[in-house]
Structure formats: C-alpha cells, structure tokens
C-alpha cells in the first residue's frame, strides 16, 4: 500500500481509441505515426546537412516503416509466441498490431535492411543515411512509447516512489488485480523510457556535432545509449512475457546487453579504421550540385 509520500498519481486513459464516425482512431496507432513523422523529419534535416538531397529521407522511409513493422511484430510474436499460438492461444491476435506488440529490436533490424534496400536503389551510401536516421529514430521511440500509456500495458512493479501511475484493474497483471490492491500505483515504465530517449537523442546530436561522427559511429551510440536506459527500465516491468527468465534475467536485458557490447565494438573498431565523417554520400560519385542537377532541386552544401 502506498503512503503518503505519494504526490504524484498519473491517470491512465479511460479509453485509447476514440470514434470518427465508423473508424476507430487508436492513440497506440497515433503515437506510432506521430513518432514515425518526427523521426522523418529530423533525418531529413541531417540527410541535407551530411550533403544528400531533399526528399530521399522520404522515400527511404516507405521502405523502413514497411520492413520495420513486419520485423516488430515478428520479433514480438516469436519471443511470445504461447500467446499467439500456444494451448489457449489465439493465431488471428498474431496479426492485430494495432492492439499492442511491436518489439523494438525487430522493427529496428529490418526496419535498417529496409533502409538499406532503398538506398541501393538510390544510390546512397548506407553508412551515412543510417547516421542520418538515428537520433530521430530515439525521437520516435519516445512519442511511440506514449502508446502503452493509451493500452495501459508494460509497466513497472508497484511502486512508493513520489509517483506512480494509475492502472484500471482490467489492465493489471493477475497478481495485482485484488481489491486489497485497489490503491497500488505502478512504475510508469513507458514514461522512464520516453524520456530516457530524448536524453538520449540530445546526448547522440551533441557527440556528432562535437565529434563530427562517421561510418556507423551515430548508430553504435545511439544503441549503446538506448540499451543502457532499456536494460534497468526492463528489470522494472512485470507484464507476463514467455521468456521472463533467461538465467536469471527477461530477455530484453539480455538482448540490451549483447548489443550494446557489439556496438561498443564497433564504434571502438570504426573509429580505428575509418577516422572522421565520410565526405560522400553517393555511391555513383554524385555530389550535392550534381545530384540538384538532375533531380531539378537546388543543392545545398
């Protein structure tokens, strides 16, 4: 039971989707694409400044929120996979995204193999577009997460901190839904998350103004930077997943840890290798006056 320290008692919604007419506005849907929309825009941005054209972080886009949805709901669906498919589970849930479920890691593999699909097409350099990318897709992560607030999913264990969120019983995990339970607050896990993201996404913008990063070194911080804030907001939530306990811990702290020491890696081996910021961001010797030529746009250095 909670004391009176408590000062801070954040509302979950009553509902998260709202009627225009016949179609259903969903607020998990809208965080998403509202996430999906900051995140183009400021890749766009940096896409120009690095020397690329106005309109290719767009086009990139439709193949990176295409691949990037398959690949977060596979990730979901595989590391839960009982749910869906299990004794009592139920396959056709399998496909309702809009209802939850979009596992970061998956959305972010393939949404990158989407990324790099277009670029061949376009002839861009991967390396430089996918720095580009990054600290917008931080900027995404934290509007998106906004959406298990409409759900009222994955929060944290309850909590006697100076806040705490609300969650209707109907949302609670079995083991807090008595009534003896009434008045427990959780750890707002989404919202530890959503602002960690943006801490994140300034520290990421100040080290490549400041460094002046190239070859996939934005990448590598953004994920270290990610993953350590993942990992012990992770040990926080208790919403049932199947591989809660993968020698002792869930196994998105796993999955936290193992990529941030690859990226730590690779950051270490790309700047040994390849020291400064790439110069072009073609792969047909295009340059930014050559490529407003034929695109009829005015090039920006």
């Not at 020397?51 to 990037?68: C, M, S």
Request: aromatic share 12%.
């Amino acid at each position: 039971m909670l004391d009176q320290l408590t000062v801070l008692a954040i509302p979950s919604p009553g509902t998260g989707v709202w009627y225009l007419g016949p179609v259903p506005l969903r607020g998990y849907a809208l965080a998403i694409i509202a996430g999906i929309v900051a995140a183009v825009w400021i890749g766009e941005r940096r896409w120009v400044a690095r020397g690329g054209q106005p309109g290719e972080v767009q086009d990139l886009a439709v193949w990176a929120v295409l691949f990037g949805l398959v690949g977060g709901r596979l990730y979901h669906v595989a590391t839960d996979w009982q749910r869906y498919f299990g004794p009592d589970g139920d396959p056709v849930a399998a496909l309702q995204v809009w209802r939850g479920g979009l596992g970061i890691w998956g959305a972010i593999a393939l949404g990158a193999v989407g990324v790099m699909i277009g670029a061949r097409l376009h002839h861009i350099r991967v390396a430089p577009m996918l720095d580009a990318l990054a600290p917008g897709v931080l900027v995404a992560q934290a509007i998106g997460r906004w959406g298990n607030w409409f759900n009222q999913e994955l929060y944290g264990r309850p909590t006697d901190l100076p806040w705490g969120l609300e969650i209707d019983m109907d949302h609670r995990v079995p083991q807090y839904s008595g009534t003896e339970d009434a008045d427990l607050l959780f750890h707002p896990t989404f919202l530890y998350e959503s602002l960690w993201a943006l801490a994140a996404f300034f520290v990421v913008i100040w080290a490549d103004r400041r460094f002046r990063l190239g070859h996939g070194r934005v990448v590598a911080l953004y994920v270290m930077a990610y993953t350590v804030g993942r990992g012990w907001i992770e040990m926080l939530r208790i919403d049932d997943v199947q591989l809660a306990d993968v020698a002792g811990l869930r196994l998105n702290v796993w999955t936290s840890i193992v990529l941030f020491l690859a990226a730590l890696v690779w950051f270490v081996v790309s700047a040994r290798r390849h020291p400064g910021r790439e110069t072009e961001v073609y792969t047909d010797g295009r340059t930014p006056a050559t490529a407003s030529e034929e695109s009829g746009v005015e090039g920006r250095g």
